[in-house]
Nanobody, 120 residues
Framework: QVQLWESGGSLVEPGGSLRLSCAAT????????MSWYRQVPGKERELVAT???????NYADSASGRFIISRDNTKNTMFLEMTNLKAEDTAVYYC??????????????WGQGTRVTVSS
């Protein structure tokens, strides 16, 4: 069983910064691509940033220049450094990972979400 655990969501003022973390645990042979998504009520979940196992990163236009995605392959963890936060960044942020598991082959997994609120 593989699980993803997010942390770091909080209330922050506009212009502030936050660092989100995601840890993959369980019977993992290898974690492939990892991504951060976000969702607000009434809207579809949207991709924020994605990072390959080789550390190649891609960003949504809304995140480019303000967010940095990174990962530590030795610890099966991923991070999202968010700066100059805006009210429109308010959302539940979800971790996604494509994982090669020992038991069931390659599968996609989602975390439970961590809430980010940007407000004064």
């Amino acid at each position: 069983q593989v699980q993803l655990w997010e942390s770091g969501g909080s209330l922050v003022e506009p212009g502030g910064s936050l660092r989100l973390s995601c840890a993959a645990t369980g019977r993992i042979y290898r974690v492939n691509n990892m991504s951060w998504y976000r969702q607000v009520p009434g809207k579809e979940r949207e991709l924020v940033a994605t990072i390959s196992r080789g550390h190649t990163a891609n960003y949504a236009d809304s995140a480019s220049g303000r967010f940095i995605i990174s990962r530590d392959n030795t610890k099966n963890t991923m991070f999202l450094e968010m700066t100059n936060l805006k009210a429109e960044d308010t959302a539940v942020y979800y971790c996604f990972a494509n994982v090669w598991t020992y038991d069931t082959g390659v599968m996609d997994f989602w975390g439970q979400g961590t809430r980010v609120t940007v407000s004064s």
